[in-house]
């Protein structure tokens, strides 16, 4: 599976961006789907999760309420909207795929930068 992240940039606090994933080379209604990020001298944490259909999600606390993962079986893609962004949102996001029953994620995007200035 291939992915490709878009959507990063640079907003003021308060602000909102929207970040896609598209996949290719395989079933995406078959995989599920999550993004991480990772802030400069901090590990990588997860931010949000998204079963294979859609159905269930789940979300860090620190971004509940704010952030909305959604995913499109169609198109091949998957978005996080994020709202209300603060400076402690800044870091390199990350799209990644796991098949269904697995526990690993084995694919991943790039990478897109998100920065949120104060």
């Known amino acids: 599976v291939q992915l490709q992240a878009s959507g990063g940039g640079s907003v003021q606090a308060g602000g909102s961006l929207r970040l896609s994933c598209t996949a290719s080379?395989?079933?995406?209604?078959?995989?599920?789907m999550a993004w991480f990020r990772q802030a400069p001298a901090k590990e990588r944490e997860l931010v949000a999760a998204?079963?294979?259909?859609?159905?269930?999600?789940n979300y860090a606390d620190s971004v509940k309420g704010r952030f909305t993962i959604s995913k499109d079986n169609i198109r091949n893609t998957m978005h996080l909207q994020m709202n209300s962004l603060k400076p402690d949102d800044t870091a390199v996001y990350y799209c990644?795929?796991?098949?269904?029953?697995?526990?690993?994620?084995?694919?991943w995007g790039q990478g897109t930068q998100v920065t949120v200035s104060s």
């Open positions: 080379g395989r079933a995406f209604s078959r995989i599920s």
């Open positions: 998204i079963s294979s259909r859609g159905g269930a999600t």
């Open positions: 990644a795929g796991r098949e269904v029953g697995s526990t690993r994620y084995d694919w």
